[in-house]
């Protein structure tokens, strides 16, 4: 039996397990979600849509938004696109430095993690997608243990709705996990790209020392400004009630600080993704 085989039994186990278990009595809102989350391990293939946008308290339009496909083949090999940045009135955000060239990524479920093969055009901008990826927010949603999940009243007729809260040690430490990863590629991206400029050796040893200086006195300012963040994740899952397989995922990922100083404003990304 090959490895590909094994996972997919194991995954329609899994499935059926959940299945099983919930027969007797009324399923809760976690069994909803351990049944998708199941569903979704053994699904061969899947696609979804959606955007992401970004709030800023002190601005009455989106900062901006950005829409995003995937394509998943094979339970574990993502395409994951998302399309030039839509220029919002009297938004900060300039659609024309995207050039109308998509930004795209391919992602592979290593363990429980959804891991890069590649960068689109060399560009840490393909890092950021994983953020927006809704198979890894259910898996992050699967993962953490400090969370509040519960059925929402109102759901359309053959769905469910789940509301789950991160709690705000958990939401914030996802945050820092995340951004951490994106500056460690800022500074991975630099490391490739710079071999191709022509210097001297000391010239470069030169550069590497500014470039590094700059990079570590970033990545302090973030993690200091992290260090006084509050941070709140709320996610809602709309779940097919016949299939078990999630229809709809939003996720509200809100960042507020201490006295909420001008220089300091919350702001928002909320992220609202359909499966097909």
């Known amino acids: 039996m090959t490895k590909k085989a094994r996972v997919c039994r194991a995954s329609v186990i899994m499935f059926m397990l959940v299945l099983i278990t919930s027969c007797s009595r009324p399923r809760s809102a976690q069994d909803w979600f351990d049944l998708t989350w199941a569903g979704l391990a053994g699904s061969d293939t899947l696609s979804f849509k959606g955007t992401t946008v970004l709030l800023r308290a002190d601005k009455p339009q989106p900062e901006g938004s950005v829409a995003f496909s995937g394509e998943l083949q094979n339970h574990q090999v993502l395409t994951l696109t998302a399309n030039s940045p839509v220029k919002q ?51 992050e949603i699967h993962d953490t243990k400090s969370k509040n999940i519960r059925l929402e009243s109102g759901a359309a007729r053959g769905t469910k709705v789940l509301r789950v809260e991160l709690a705000p040690e958990e939401a914030k430490a996802l945050l820092r996990r995340q951004l951490s990863d994106e500056m460690d590629l800022v500074l991975k991206n630099w490391s490739r790209d710079s071999q191709q400029l022509q210097l001297s050796p000391s010239e470069r040893n030169a550069l590497n020392r500014e470039v590094q200086a700059l990079w ?22 709309t779940i097919d009630k016949r299939s078990g397989l999630p229809r709809r995922l939003t996720s509200n990922n809100r960042i507020t600080y201490p006295g909420n100083s001008n220089l300091n404003k919350p702001e928002t990304q909320v992220t609202d993704c359909s499966f097909k």
């Open 89 to 139: 009135a009297d938004s900060n955000l300039k659609a024309a430095e995207s050039k109308g060239k998509p930004i795209f990524t391919t992602l592979q479920l290593k363990g429980r993690r959804w891991v890069a093969l590649d960068q689109a055009q060399g560009s840490s901008a393909s890092h950021t997608l994983e953020r927006i990826n809704p198979l890894a927010q259910l898996e």
């Open 216 to 237: 570590s006195q970033g990545n302090r300012k973030l993690s200091e400004k992290l260090d006084q963040a509050e941070v709140s994740t709320v996610y809602h899952l």
